[in-house]
C-alpha cells in the first residue's frame, strides 16, 4: 500500500482497475443521458429522398431563364405526401417545406418570388436547376456511422436516433455504487439533536452527487465507530460495482474504516493524498469492485469525490471524456501558505471573455456552505504562498454546483 501519494499518482492506480460497466441494450424512452457502448449506424439516408427546404414551386429550370416565366400549376405536393404525376415543361407543382421534389422539377422558387392566380403562376424571379433542393443523403448516407462508443445520449443524439428510426440502442449499464457514512456522532435528519451530535449530512450530498452522475445508488444506513457493524454493513453492500464511505479514514482512535476494509478482505491501494483539503483518503480493491473511502468532513468529502470517484465513475460508465483544466485570474486573494497543494472552491465569473475566480466564503475542509454556488476548484501547487487577486492558476470544474456563468 502506498501512502501519502499525489492525485496524479492515485489516478494512475485507480484507473488501472476499472473496468466499464456491463452493456445493455435500451429503448429511446430510456436511453437520455446514458453512455452509448456500440457505433450506431444509419439505416436510412436523411433525407430519405430529395425534399424542399421551404414553401413554393417546384419546377424544371433552365440556366437560360433570365425573364419572368407564366407556369401552369398541376399539382400540390404537402409535407407527408409523394408526388402522383412528373411536371412536364411549362407546369410546376405548388410545394411546401419538407415535401419531396416530384419528378421533372429541378429546382424550388420561393413562394415570396411569385404571383399565383387559379392555375397560372408566374415566376418572378426564376432560379437555377438545382436551386432550393436538400438532396438525398446530404445530412446522412445510409450505412455511415452517426454516433461512436463513448457517446452521450443527449436529447439532440436521442431525437437524431428517432429520426433514423433506430428504435434500440447498446449502451453501458448504470454503475450500481453504495453508501454508507460512518461515526458514533452522527444522527439521521428528522430526529431532535442530541447534545455532541451532528446531521448525516454526507449521505445526502454524495447521493445527489452519484444519482447526477447517472448512477444507481444504494444507500446504507449509517454506522457508529464499532468495528463489527461497519464490516457488517460494508459486506451487504458488495452486490455493488464501487462503494463510496465518508468518515473513519483519519488516523483517530476511532478511525476505522481501513481496518474494515481489511476485514472484509480488500486490498488498500493507497491512503491519504498529499493534498488540502481532504488528506485522508483510502482506495481499496476486492473482486474488481473499488471502496472509496472518504473523509469524513463534508466539503473535503466533496472534493476528493470531484477529482477522483467522479472520474472513476466516467470510466466506469464507458465515457471517453477527461478531465478539463484551464487557466482562470483569481478575482480575490487566500491568505494562507502551506507545503501541501491545495485545491479553494470558487465561483466562476465571466469578465471580458476571461473566466475569473472569485474565492468562496471561508475553505476550511469541513465547511460544506462554501461549496453551494462553487463550480471551481482552483489548484494551487504545495509552496505557492498565498494567493494573490489577479494572478492566474490552474482551475477544474466542479459538478457539486451547477450553474451558467
Known amino acids: 500500500m502506498e501512502t501519502m501519494i499525489s492525485l496524479e499518482r492515485a489516478w494512475e492506480i485507480v484507473s488501472a482497475k476499472i473496468s466499464p460497466a456491463g452493456t445493455e441494450k435500451v429503448g429511446l424512452n430510456e436511453a437520455y443521458y446514458r453512455i452509448l457502448a456500440e457505433s450506431?449506424?444509419?439505416?436510412?439516408?436523411?433525407?430519405?429522398?430529395?425534399?424542399?427546404?421551404?414553401?413554393?414551386?417546384?419546377?424544371?429550370?433552365s440556366?437560360?431563364?433570365?425573364?419572368?416565366?407564366a407556369l401552369r400549376q398541376v399539382s400540390e405536393i404537402p409535407a407527408g405526401t409523394y408526388p402522383d404525376r412528373e411536371i412536364a415543361h411549362g407546369e410546376c407543382a405548388k410545394i411546401f417545406t419538407?415535401?419531396?421534389?416530384?419528378?421533372?422539377?429541378?429546382c424550388v422558387v420561393r413562394i415570396e418570388d411569385t404571383e399565383a392566380h387559379e392555375d397560372q403562376v408566374l415566376i418572378q424571379r426564376p432560379v437555377l436547376p438545382g436551386a432550393n433542393i436538400v438532396r438525398q443523403g446530404e445530412e446522412i448516407q445510409k450505412g455511415e456511422i452517426v454516433l461512436t462508443p463513448g457517446s452521450v445520449l443527449t436529447p439532440s443524439a436521442v431525437g437524431l436516433l428517432a429520426a433514423l428510426g433506430v428504435e434500440r440502442v447498446s449502451v453501458y449499464r448504470k454503475p450500481r455504487i453504495g453508501i454508507l457514512s460512518t461515526g458514533s456522532e452522527l444522527m439521521e435528519v428528522g430526529k431532535p439533536l442530541l447534545p455532541g451530535k451532528i446531521y448525516n449530512?454526507?449521505?445526502?450530498?454524495?447521493?445527489?452527487?452519484?444519482?447526477?452522475?447517472?448512477?444507481?445508488?444504494?444507500?446504507?444506513?449509517f454506522v457508529p465507530d464499532r468495528l463489527p457493524e461497519t464490516m457488517d454493513t460494508l459486506r451487504s453492500l458488495q452486490d455493488m460495482d464501487a462503494v463510496v464511505t465518508t468518515g473513519g479514514a483519519?488516523?483517530?482512535?476511532y478511525d476505522l474504516i481501513r481496518e474494515a476494509l481489511v476485514g472484509i478482505g480488500c486490498e488498500l491501494l493507497f491512503w491519504k493524498l498529499s493534498l488540502k483539503p481532504g488528506t485522508p483518503v483510502a482506495v481499496g480493491v476486492k473482486e474488481n469492485k473499488l471502496y472509496f473511502a472518504l473523509s469524513g468532513n463534508p466539503a473535503a468529502a466533496m472534493i476528493t469525490y470531484e477529482l477522483l470517484v467522479r472520474p472513476s465513475l466516467k470510466k466506469m460508465a464507458g465515457r471517453r471524456d477527461e478531465v478539463e483544466v484551464f487557466p482562470v485570474r483569481m478575482a480575490g486573494s487566500f491568505s494562507k501558505s502551506g507545503k501541501q497543494r491545495r485545491f479553494l472552491r470558487a465561483r466562476a465569473i465571466l469578465r471580458d471573455g476571461e473566466i475569473w475566480a472569485d474565492p468562496n466564503y471561508a475553505q476550511g475542509s469541513g465547511i460544506l456552505r462554501s461549496m453551494i454556488g462553487s463550480d471551481l476548484l482552483i489548484d494551487v501547487p504545495g509552496g505557492?504562498?498565498?494567493?494573490?487577486?489577479?494572478?492566474?492558476?490552474?482551475?477544474?470544474?466542479?459538478h457539486s454546483e451547477v450553474r451558467d456563468i
Not at 202 to 221: D, F, I, P, R, Y
Not at 250 to 253: E, F, I, K, N, Y
Not at 384 to 398: K, Y
Request: aromatic fraction near 6%; glycine fraction near 10%; hydrophobic fraction near 40%.
Open 63 to 69: 440556366p437560360t431563364d433570365l425573364t419572368a416565366l
Open 201 to 221: 449530512s454526507n449521505t445526502h450530498t454524495l447521493q445527489g452527487l452519484l444519482l447526477e452522475a447517472g448512477c444507481e445508488v444504494k444507500v446504507a444506513s
Open 40 to 61: 450506431v449506424t444509419s439505416p436510412i439516408a436523411m433525407p430519405p429522398f430529395d425534399r424542399s427546404p421551404l414553401d413554393g414551386y417546384a419546377y424544371a429550370a
Open 98 to 106: 419538407g415535401a419531396p421534389i416530384p419528378a421533372g422539377a429541378n
Open 250 to 253: 483519519s488516523v483517530g482512535d
Open 384 to 398: 505557492h504562498g498565498p494567493v494573490q487577486a489577479g494572478e492566474i492558476l490552474s482551475a477544474r470544474w466542479s
